[in-house]
C-alpha cells in the first residue's frame, strides 16, 4: 500500500507563484511515475504534469513554461513550481503515483488565484 499526502496550497493573486510537495510513502518501488493532476469546480479531473524514473517530465499545454515538476533527492517526492499563476489555475490539485499498475492518489490541496 502507498500513502500519498500533498501540501503547498493556499490563496495567491494572479502573478504570483506557489510551490506544491508530494510526498509517498508505504511500499515505495524504484520504478514508478509521479504526477499532478488538478479538477476546478464542475470540471474533469486533468494532467498538469509528470515525471517518471529517469527525469522525463510531461505537461499540459495550458502550463508549459509556467510550471515546472521535479523529484527531488528521493524516489517518493514530487514538486510542483507554478510560476505566473492565472485565475483559470484555480482548482484542486492532486498527486498521484503510478507503481506496478497501481495508481495511487492523494486528497489534493486547494490553489486558488484571486485578487
Known amino acids: 500500500q502507498v500513502q500519498i499526502v500533498e501540501s503547498g496550497g493556499g490563496l495567491v493573486q494572479p502573478g504570483g507563484s506557489l510551490r506544491l510537495s508530494c510526498v509517498a510513502s508505504g511500499s515505495i518501488f524504484s520504478i514508478y511515475a509521479m504526477g499532478w493532476y488538478r479538477q476546478a469546480p464542475g470540471k474533469q479531473r486533468e494532467l498538469v504534469a509528470t515525471?517518471?524514473?529517469?527525469?522525463?517530465?510531461n505537461y499540459a499545454d495550458s502550463v508549459k513554461g509556467r510550471f515546472s515538476i521535479s523529484g527531488g533527492n528521493g524516489k517518493n517526492l514530487a514538486y510542483l513550481q507554478m510560476n505566473n499563476l492565472k485565475p483559470e489555475d484555480t482548482a484542486v490539485y492532486y498527486c498521484n503515483r503510478v507503481q506496478r499498475g497501481i495508481v495511487y492518489w492523494g486528497q489534493g490541496t486547494q490553489v486558488t488565484v484571486s485578487s
Open positions: 515525471i517518471a524514473t529517469g527525469g522525463n517530465t
